[in-house]
T-cell receptor, first 112, second 115 residues
Framework: GQQLNQSPQSMFIQEGEDVSMNCTSS?????WLWYKQDPGEGPVLLIA?????ELTSNGRLTAQFGITRKDSFLNISASIPSDVGIYFC????????????FGTGTSLTVIP | GAGVSQSPRYKVAKRGQDVALRCDPI?????LFWYQQALGQGPEFLTY????????KSGLPSDRFFAERPEGSVSTLKIQRTQQEDSAVYLC?????????????FGPGTRLTVL
């Protein structure tokens, strides 16, 4: 199945630093979701985006729906140790009904 | 329940055995999805139900995979004659609540290991 290109693949940062990651696709998407997955658990929804250019925040997390509708960005400000995990983007096109395609994931490690 | 639940959490099967994985979606959610997640990868779509109707099964990797949701709530993913390449985490998600129609909420997954 199709997977979105997500970068970076992994990040090692100091506690307190800001984090940026992005997701790109060759297809136009009409919905973007960002998830965080901890080891042994299912993905947990962080932010949902529905309009091109939309900027949405959830606490220290901010995500944007790219203007081209082929990309999305997630920023985490002032990282803390519990931000450790794998972050996935997921996109939905108008042609695939309710099916979402997932990115390859960004593994985040926060060094105290 | 408050969230999506899946059982069992872990399943070890010998090659050739049949397995059945259960998903209890969030109460009232219309849509239910199954995903397969290989180690180090993102989830990959398997199949989708709207109520009891299976509207998309394009992601099922072979005819050994079968899913059902007979009463529009609980779903079962069945894998017949398991192979080693079936080893993965199988995730279930539901959506279609009143205020978050497109947003999918995941269960903890079932980790299947085929020996």
């Amino acid at each position: 199945g199709q997977q979105l290109n997500q970068s970076p693949q992994s990040m090692f940062i100091q506690e307190g630093e800001d984090v940026s990651m992005n997701c790109t696709s060759s297809s136009i998407f009409n919905t973007w979701l960002w998830y965080k997955q901890d080891p042994g658990e299912g993905p947990v929804l962080l932010i949902a985006l529905y309009k091109a250019g939309e900027l949405t925040s959830n606490g220290r997390l901010t995500a944007q729906f790219g203007i081209t509708r082929k990309d999305s960005f997630l920023n985490i400000s002032a990282s803390i140790p519990s931000d450790v995990g794998i972050y996935f983007c997921a996109g939905q096109t108008s042609n695939t009904g309710n099916q979402f395609y997932f990115g390859t994931g960004t593994s985040l490690t926060v060094i105290p | 329940g408050a969230g999506v639940s899946q059982s069992p959490r872990y399943k070890v099967a010998k090659r050739g055995q049949d397995v059945a994985l259960r998903c209890d979606p969030i109460s009232g959610h219309v849509s239910l999805f199954w995903y397969q997640q290989a180690l180090g990868q993102g989830p990959e779509f398997l199949t989708y139900f709207q109520n009891e109707a299976q509207l998309d099964k394009s992601g099922l990797p072979s005819d050994r995979f079968f899913a059902e949701r007979p009463e529009g709530s609980v779903s079962t993913l069945k894998i017949q004659r398991t192979q080693q390449e079936d080893s993965a985490v199988y995730l279930c998600a539901s959506s279609g609540g009143l205020t978050s129609y497109n947003e999918q909420f995941f269960g903890p997954g079932t980790r299947l290991t085929v020996l």
